[in-house]
DNA sequence: GTCTATAGCCTGATAGAC
DNA sequence: GTCTATCAGGCTATAGAC
């Protein structure tokens, strides 16, 4: 019953998410990873140093996973390309993946921790940039922007929402954000 | 120098929704609290038994205040008005106490602490209720009316948006929220 | 209304054995 | 990788003087 080396790690980081998700980044302790683990705490300080390291690790893979998506939408030809990589990559990130986006984006615990350690900042800038194109400036734009970004955060989290499907989701939060954006649907 | 009754409670309130704001609310300890005021945590605990107790009194203006939309709400004549009257209601909510909304509906630890105790959750559906009509059911529009609150509950919190004056911030948050559920202006 | 002092628990973190 | 044992310090909350 040997487990594969990173195994342990592996496990860790998906409860600590599950318990983020559950009870916020700040309401999570030690103690509580490790009862979910059916360890104790100087296992976990085996992994970790720090309880801020285990958070980042957290949210790591899901910053980026946002830096390809810019990537992706900044290598495209035309603005309209731009735009439609962007939005669909990050709607298809938070769909997928939906607890780790909440707790990146809507826990103030979090935000204190990754305040500037993980360029999330960074990759909202080019994000919205993309989707937004020459009007990133004017202040509708920008409302726009925000709600739109901690609307999907919040979508992720909501209960009521936990019977739609990724499917469903993805396709809703699509066709509300071009609504929301003035964007036309892809010809493809 | 004596203090009119009710002022320091008043006070403490106040500091404490600040200092949420800042730091969440389960990153705000009652020293931090007694610390913004200048008193010992001894004095705290004279005003309020416990930290719930606080949590739940400086939220509770707003839960109130959301109770007294959709009081206007129902009592609207046709569905058209109904809906104008929640959505302005909520809208206006949102802009003149930003702090309070955010806390209120952006911070896990606020939600695990309010879970049942004081309503919010009756308002949010009596105010979605109104908002979505006949239409409540359907998935588009229950993704629709989440992402319209956790954004608008973000969009209160952003840093990149405090510049914004309330009067803007209102005016373009009325806009998209009305191009989101497809409702036409008022003629008024 | 405010203070000092303290109880008792839980926290993050460390040391060292296996 | 996991354990037991332990630390100093912060936390909520209480008691009792002024």
Redesign the pocket.
């Known amino acids: 019953m040997r487990?594969p080396?990173?195994?342990?790690?592996r496990r860790?980081l998906d409860a600590t998410l599950r318990l983020y998700a559950a009870h916020g980044v700040g309401g999570?302790?030690?103690?509580?990873i490790?009862d979910e683990?059916?360890?104790?705490?100087?296992?976990?300080?085996?992994?970790f140093?720090?309880?801020?390291?285990i958070a980042l690790a957290v949210v790591q893979p899901a910053i980026d996973a946002l830096a390809a998506v810019a990537d992706a939408a900044e290598a495209a030809p035309t603005r309209a390309a731009r735009r439609e990589t962007a939005l669909t990559g990050v709607v298809e990130l938070m769909v997928t993946d939906r607890e780790r986006a909440a707790v990146l984006s809507g826990d103030p615990a979090m935000a204190a921790l990754i305040g500037g350690h993980a360029g999330l900042a960074t990759q909202a800038r080019r994000l919205s940039a993309a989707i937004l194109g020459a009007s990133a400036g004017d202040p509708e734009s920008r409302v726009a922007a925000t709600l739109l970004a901690g609307g999907m955060a919040t979508a992720g989290r909501d209960p009521g929402l936990a019977d739609l499907t990724d499917d469903e989701l993805r396709t809703h939060l699509l066709t509300l954000a071009r609504r929301l954006l003035r964007m036309r649907a892809p010809h493809a």
């Open positions: 487990r080396p990173g195994e342990a790690r860790l999570t302790s030690l103690r509580m490790a683990l059916g360890v104790t705490k100087a296992a976990v300080y085996h992994q140093a720090t309880k801020e390291e």
